[in-house]
Nanobody, 124 residues
Framework: QVQLVESGGGLVQPGDSLRLSCAPS????????MGWFRQAPGKEREFVAS????????RYADSVKDRFTISRDNAKNTVYLQMNSLKPEDTAVYYC?????????????????WGQGTQVTVSP
């Protein structure tokens, strides 16, 4: 069972940037598509971004398009989420997830393993 560990969350002000990182413990995920999801208090978990195995294909939720960038470094076995121009509505627990497939997906049910999440709080 692959376990993912997220890092990089924190408390920032509106307009600031953060970079989240995600790495597996014990196994490589260079053959898998990866994604980021988030869950705000009282809301369902929602898709944020996904990246294919090669890194050439990406997809974003409309709410984060042009502000967030997903990337991966397969040599370092790490996936990143660069978040710029953060807004209070971006406040949530952010989860990294992996698929047993090379292609991207926006559906949480299509991801087979998850991290425990990292808190991102955007507040004045």
């Amino acid at each position: 069972q692959v376990q993912l560990v997220e890092s990089g969350g924190g408390l920032v002000q509106p307009g600031d940037s953060l970079r989240l990182s995600c790495a597996p413990s014990g196994r490589t995920f260079s053959s898998n598509a990866m994604g980021w999801f988030r869950q705000a208090p009282g809301k369902e978990r929602e898709f944020v971004a996904s990246i294919s195995r090669s890194g050439f294909s990406t997809r974003y939720a409309d709410s984060v398009k042009d502000r967030f960038t997903i990337s991966r470094d397969n040599a370092k076995n790490t996936v990143y989420l660069q978040m710029n121009s953060l807004k209070p509505e971006d406040t949530a627990v952010y989860y990294c997830a992996g698929r047993y497939s090379s292609t991207i997906s926006t559906t949480a049910l299509e991801y087979g393993y998850w991290g425990q999440g990292t808190q991102v709080t955007v507040s004045p």
